[in-house]
């Protein structure tokens, strides 16, 4: 079998990098995954076995420790699998374990939503990594490699987990300076996120590649010939920018391929730090330096460490290039990042020997990052803030005393003050920035020099408009922290206030929803101690109160209908073993099976028609809901298997229906003219229409249509596909 194969290959690599390795445990760990995920198939057909071998192998490439390459082996043993974290602990041990259970997704916790459940499995990743940065290596590799295979997925599938990867991995890999892991990532992101650009620029700069292949060359042998005289020996490549990278400056500089410059960049890699400095002396010689294009990153590494010297240069022929000169531990370092100074390399116990407090130095951001997230309450906030944080840019700014502090790009002076102290922001009254008095929304760029002026007085204290102005999460959660401590008595009273107009605003009464039995699951899932500190943050702007209130209304649906539905569910238990009886249609066209006289209702997330494949959920006081079967909302559902029944389309239906779709095109002003003219031809009613246009240059049309079955929308989104511009139509799924 070719997993073996692969397997075998990993042994020998392993051994020929260190001869006296033991590979027992990752022999168990094969032989265990083999057998345990032996019934499981991937999308592609081929054994799922496969995976988990290529994740090992390539964590073994990076040289990652013994613990990480079993657990990489491992890690969807617990979450696909029967085995349970206490046989894996006493199959494995803790450390293994606990690498394991980092990288396993929460299942079957009852999160009201998608969006939820994937903030509390971020959540529980980002702690698992502040405690052991290894867990977040293992997971940024099984991404990459289920990337690499993403060709098997459904379009839907595709775009969902490539929007992911770019939201959260890719700037992850770079925080973390696994520039290769980073640049591979955003690529496959880019194919599948924006197929047309991405096949296009690809088409264009594989045509460039002969001409710039040679203009490589020749900047290389002229650069190796000046360092053969200086005696300076050096190792020389070349290569294109990637592709991602490539097309987010063509958007940002709103150019052509044709104008952009310096697509191409040489590496020059020493022995020592010394070298890096000549060689930049020897390269300026040769060619012109472009002004302002300089970067000491040797001197002033950057917070993922990635340390190099960057110039831009006007090679031969006046065409640009980017030099980028380091050592061999600082190219390694710029490749795979954490993973190359790994701590748990070191001889010794877990905690390594020698290396601890720089290691945690490095990964103090981690820390930093979760200590700002833990006052967020709401998942929803805790995802989009974990984002930003994740994804900005970085500035360089200067205490008068010559300390650097890196803020995310677009900081403030509050933001700087409270980087210092948290008693530093909450006592401030303004700013100096290179000598000069500033606003307090004053954009600061790198390099600036920053004096926060402070006062005593009791009566100072942070404003709710800097909660508007600051750009890092650290300031914003120290602003909060001060107000929910200080005005926590006026946050209650408004809470309560928010609250009670949100109930009656859906038509109930405050002691209908308001009752302790379900108040409590409320505040132990949010980790609240009493009710007032859940009004306090709903005061405050932390949750939302219709958010709560949903909640507490469904508990109130459940608690006059349960019965209801316990009915229903027995109808259909008695009903799986009897032969199936004449059907009554529902007011929707919908038979089903098994159940007579059924509230049934077509759900809003997939809105499906005559002609699409149907399933049918008891939902908890609200009868069938009937939704499609390639919903993305089914699958969570189908987890519980009794809930789940047979429905199908009734033969003859005089119903109505709604449908979404979502066009997408090159921005085209007469191209909405043209789709409503389609649709006035067509005959179909037509509900709502929405269109708005992206930063690049999409247009992009929600329409809501009226149909009667789903040959009239076939027909429809066909001779929209046939208009000019026009690059995808499909169905929405909300």
């Known amino acids: 079998m070719e997993y073996v194969e692969q397997f075998e290959a990993l042994r020998e690599n392993l051994k020929k990098k260190n001869p006296n390795i033991d590979l027992s445990v990752l022999e168990k760990a094969f032989n265990i995954a083999d057998s ?95 405690s052991d940065i290894r867990v977040i290596v293992i997971k940024l590799v099984d991404r990459l490699h289920n990337m690499r295979t993403l060709q098997y997925m459904n379009t839907d599938s595709q775009i969902t987990k490539a929007r992911e990867t770019l939201e959260i991995y890719t700037p992850l890999a770079h925080r973390l300076g696994m520039t290769k892991i980073k640049w591979e990532l955003e690529d496959l992101c880019f194919k599948y996120l924006e197929p047309e650009y991405y096949n296009n620029l690809v088409t264009q700069i594989t045509q460039r590649r002969d001409q710039q292949e040679a203009y490589i060359k020749k900047v290389l042998e002229a650069i190796r010939g000046k360092l053969d005289e200086a005696n300076i020996t050096a190792f020389l490549d070349g290569r294109p920018k990637h592709f991602y990278s490539i097309h987010k400056k063509m958007i940002a500089q709103n150019k052509a391929l044709n104008q952009i410059y310096d697509l191409l960049a040489i590496r020059v890699i020493v022995d020592t730090v010394q070298e890096c400095y000549t060689v930049l002396g020897i390269i300026h010689e040769m060619y012109t330096p472009m002004p302002g294009r300089f970067k000491d990153y040797i001197a002033m590494p950057k917070p993922n460490m990635y340390q190099s010297l960057h110039t831009t240069l006007i090679g ?64 929803d906030e805790f995802a989009q803030t974990f984002k930003m944080d994740l994804f900005t840019d970085e500035v360089f700014v200067f205490t008068p005393k010559g300390d650097v502090k890196c803020l995310p790009k677009g900081s403030t002076p509050i933001d700087f003050a409270y980087a210092i102290h948290t008693a530093v922001g909450n006592k401030m009254v303004g700013a100096r920035v290179n000598g000069e008095i500033k606003p307090l929304n004053h954009k600061l760029r790198t390099g600036d020099f920053v004096e926060i002026i402070t006062s005593q007085s009791q009566n100072n204290g942070p404003s709710r408009d800097w909660l508007n102005i600051v750009k890092s999460s650290e300031a914003k959660s120290k602003i909060r922290q001060w107000f929910k401590k200080e ?22 009464k405050y002691d209908q929803l308001i009752k302790n039995e379900w108040i409590e699951p409320i505040l132990k899932k949010y980790k609240f101690l009493s009710y007032d500190d859940l009004l306090n943050v709903i005061g405050f702007g932390d949750i939302s109160a219709q958010k709560i209130v949903n909640i507490l209304r469904e508990e109130y649906v459940k608690s006059i209908s349960g019965s209801k539905e316990e009915e229903l569910l027995a109808k259909m238990e008695s009903n799986k073993n009897k032969k199936e009886k004449p059907k009554q249609t529902s007011d929707h066209g919908i038979i089903v099976k098994g159940v007579e006289n059924c509230l049934v209702r077509l ?58 779709i979502c066009i997408q095109a090159i921005d085209n002003s007469t191209l909405l003219l043209q789709i409503a003219k389609l649709i006035a031809e067509s005959k179909l009613p037509m509900k709502a229409i929405n269109a708005r246009t992206t930063r690049d240059n999409y247009e992009l049309i929600d329409l809501t249509i009226e149909i009667t079955d789903r040959s009239e929308l076939d027909k429809l989104v066909k001779k929209i596909s046939g208009l000019e511009n026009v690059l995808d139509v499909s169905r929405t799924v909300k």
């Open 316 to 379: 031969p022929d006046g065409q640009p290039f980017e030099a980028q000169i380091r050592t061999w531990e600082m190219h390694k370092t710029a490749e795979i990042g954490i993973a190359a100074h790994w701590k748990y390399k070191e001889k010794g116990s877990k905690g390594g020997s020698g290396k601890t407090s720089e290691y945690d130095g490095k990964l103090e951001w981690v820390r930093n990052l979760l200590d700002n997230q833990k006052e967020i309450e709401d998942p």
């Open 487 to 508: 005005c926590r008595d006026e946050n209650i009273e408004r809470g309560r206030e928010i609250i009670e107009r949100e109930i009656k605003k859906q038509g109930y």
């Open 603 to 660: 759900s809003r997330c997939c809105n499906p028609v005559p002609g699409d494949s149907i399933v049918g959920y008891v939902t908890r006081g609200r009868g069938v809901s009937v939704h499609r079967t390639d919903c993305p909302n089914v699958v969570s559902m189908s987890e519980t298997e009794n809930r789940m029944i047979d429905v199908r389309w009734a033969e003859k239906s005089k119903s109505t229906y709604i449908v979404d």
């Open 36 to 130: 345990m995920h032996k019934d499981q198939k991937r999308k592609s057909g081929e054994p799922f076995v496969i995976h988990p071998v290529a994740v090992a192998t390539m964590l073994a490439d990076m040289d990652m420790d013994m613990p990480s390459i079993v657990a990489g082996m491992l890690h969807d043993v617990i979450e696909d699998t029967p085995v349970t974290t206490d046989e894996m602990r006493e199959m494995f041990g803790d450390e293994i374990t606990y690498l394991v259970d980092g990288v396993t997704k929460l299942k079957r916790i009852p999160y009201s939503t998608k969006e939820e459940l994937q903030a509390e499995n971020l959540r529980k990743m980002f702690l698992s990594m502040a």
